[in-house]
């Protein structure tokens, strides 16, 4: 009965390659979100989509794309991976009608070497 | 833009003892405050929020309290358990505000551990 689920949990790869990471929420939620967790343990936003519509697009590099083909997923493709994308990505999920309790996912470690 | 602010870093305590975590915010418009602990290889889990027409919530152990004035808000756990130990993160979000529907903005989180 996984809530916010990820995969894969871990990922590694080369400099230079194009990955993807995929999300699925099955509460009901129509708004979805990206995080990511570097090494000192901060969680920074990078994306939000409400409803299929992005919302929140941070000062993220544009070889980050996130995709959301409906309101239960919210994938994130990387494109020219370099060494400092390493680090552990969340996708979240909410009901922003029923309060702004946001749910994680169990996170994709992803090591670029 | 909203800054959240999180202190200790780190936080040992005895079982049995209680715990506080102390957060700051500089946006005073900020009208909603979760509290996250994640375990070691998890994701964050929400544990206990508040909003700002709230000055304290309890659930169980927990506590949270709010100073809407001061721009702060604490999180307490008495009673302390093994168990509890985690990376707690306090948050602040505008949820009022459409151009930031959901946004979080987290404090950099503390390291409690619980010796037995």
């Known amino acids: 009965d996984t809530a916010v689920s990820q995969t894969p949990k871990y990922l590694v790869t080369q400099m230079g390659n194009d990955k993807s990471i995929k999300c699925e929420q099955n509460?009901?939620?129509?708004?979805m979100y990206w995080y990511k967790q570097d090494s000192k343990k901060f969680l920074k936003i990078m994306f939000s989509y409400n409803n299929k519509e992005l919302i929140i697009n941070e000062t993220v590099p544009n070889r980050f794309s996130p995709k959301s083909p409906d309101k239960a997923h919210l994938n994130l493709h990387i494109n020219s991976l370099e060494l400092g994308d390493s680090a552990v990505y969340f996708c979240a999920s909410s009901q922003v009608e029923k309060g702004y309790e946001q749910y994680f996912g169990p996170g994709t470690r992803l090591t670029v070497t | 833009g909203e800054n959240v602010e999180q202190h200790p870093s780190t936080l040992s305590v005895q079982e049995g003892d209680s715990a506080v975590i102390k957060c700051t915010y500089s946006?005073?418009?900020?009208?909603?405050f979760p509290w996250y602990k994640q375990e070691l290889g998890k994701g964050p889990q929400l544990i206990i929020d508040?909003?700002?027409?709230?000055g304290e919530k309890k659930d169980q152990r927990i506590a949270v309290t709010l100073n809407k004035t001061a721009k702060h808000f604490s999180l307490h756990i008495t009673e302390t358990q093994p168990e509890d130990s985690a990376v707690y993160f306090c948050a602040a979000s505008i949820t009022n505000r459409g151009s930031t529907l959901g946004r979080l903005h987290f404090g950099r989180g503390t390291q409690l551990t619980v010796w037995p």
């Open positions: 508040i909003r700002s027409n709230v």
């Open positions: 509460l009901g939620h129509d708004t």
């Open positions: 946006d005073s418009a900020s009208n909603y």
